[in-house]
């Protein structure tokens, strides 16, 4: 019933207004009319990252819950993690809109929202009192009209620590201006820095975008190293068009969805030649056959949103399903076993 529930709830949400059939999807999800499996596992699946037990490697990305609404719910989606905001300190309305367009004919999305968001201590006060199945993490953003942007990850940091199992430290939004700036590796040395003093015992992440250079991508992984991070997730939204057929083509912002799928992949499988941090692999995820490629790329994990967009939340479950199947046909015992072992392909 939840199913046909679901396939009629798509269809009307698409003849609407992207961003306030998002904001609807969040009021049924929290509704409960959505399929809700609970978190789908096996011994297959089933993996420790970064300290962190994940009863599967398919994850939810930030951007979808930007302020921890639906936490609960969510966590019995199906998902072996979760991750909510960006978050900043101060709260922020983000861009102008329209700021959410569907690519119907490719498959994607794009994006301008610009870290919109009711700030740190909100999406705090509803994380502590969240009940979760999986893994909580927090995005960490930074305030548009903040004099020290870096001070403002920091700042975030310090207030959900307690509050989360991992935090993600987000310099790769191409939404808020000179933002990726950041990525530079004295830039993000001195930002991981300033995170990593006041993290308590989270595990910080780091997100990349998916448009940097062979030498900017080293240096990343140097600066890693260097900082401790438990873990890198390759890769954000592009802002290449290479392709793309729909009208909304040349709309500013990021780009999400099947576009991204080879370009991010290659990212993914480069940086796995260049540390041995782990990898969670983004962008254009849909399938348990694209989870399970990155999987062989490089990543211990993935993360998928726009793919919801056009497969509905009950995707997440399929996706999990499909990999375990996926795995146990070659053979592999676990999804480690698995990660890397088709890498040159992507190199």
Partial sequence: MKATLEKLGLFALRRIDPERAHALALKALKAGLAPLPGPVTSERLHQTLAGLHLPNPVGLAAGFDKNAEAVAPLSQAGFGFIEVGAATPLAQPGNPTPRLFRLREDRAAINRFGFNNDGMAAIAERLARAHSAVPVGINLGANKTSADRAADFARVMEHMAGKVSFATVNVSSPNTEKLRDLQGADALAALLDGVMQTRGTVPVFLKIA??????????????????????????????????????????????????????????????STLTDIPLIGVGGVASGAQAYAKIRAGASAVQLYTGLVYGGLSLAAEIAQSLDLLLQKDGFSGVSEAVGTDRDRWL
């Fill in 210 to 271: 998916p448009d940097l250079t062979e030498t900017e991508l080293a240096d990343i992984a140097s600066v890693a190293r260097d900082a401790q991070v438990d873990a890198i997730i390759a890769t954000n939204t592009t802002l290449d068009r290479t392709g793309l057929t729909s009208p909304h083509r040349d709309q500013a912002g990021g780009l999400s969805g099947q576009p991204l799928v080879e370009k991010s992949t290659r990212v993914l499988a480069r940086l």
